[in-house]
């Protein structure tokens, strides 16, 4: 049925049960996984000619590039869940403010056919103003979405 699924992660302990259980999960039938992690973009914002610009300063590529060993770090607990398990595991990281819309990218240009995450991520005054990851990649893939409570 399923061949190839991903399975983002945010760093919560949530998550890191969700990959484990999604891990299985592909044990179970066959399948291969993709662990994936969205890390976000840091941006300076300046006032210029009476409006508000965003700028890229090389200290931003130094927040991508600590942001990356951040997520490789998350992404080794997948990998060695995987090994462990006997899983073929990859691991993706996107730069992106918005981790719904990369999961989703990250899911059809692997080739997934289902997302595996959990429930919901980090709990937060911004995640309840700005709504759930979760939600939004339920609401806008194509990619059937598994999730794991």
């Known amino acids: 049925m399923f061949k190839h699924i991903l399975i983002p992660t945010d760093g919560t302990e949530l998550s890191e049960k969700a990959i484990r259980q999604g891990i299985a999960f592909a044990k179970s039938i066959g399948a291969r996984v993709t662990a994936f992690h969205a890390a976000p973009r840091y941006h300076h914002v300046t006032l210029q000619e009476g409006a508000f610009k965003a700028v890229d300063l090389p200290m931003h590529r130094e927040f991508d590039e600590q942001d990356k060993a951040r997520a490789e770090t998350l992404l080794e607990i997948a990998r060695k869940a995987a090994r462990e398990a006997g ?51 339920l609401t806008h893939s194509s990619v059937p979405v598994l999730l794991w409570r």
């Open 87 to 137: 899983v073929p595991c990859e691991s993706l990281v996107e730069i992106n403010n918005f981790p719904h819309e990369a999961i989703i990218k990250a899911a059809q240009e692997k080739g997934c056919d289902l997302i595996f995450m959990a429930s919901h991520g980090k709990s937060t005054i911004s995640a309840l103003l700005m709504g759930s990851e979760t939600v939004e990649v």
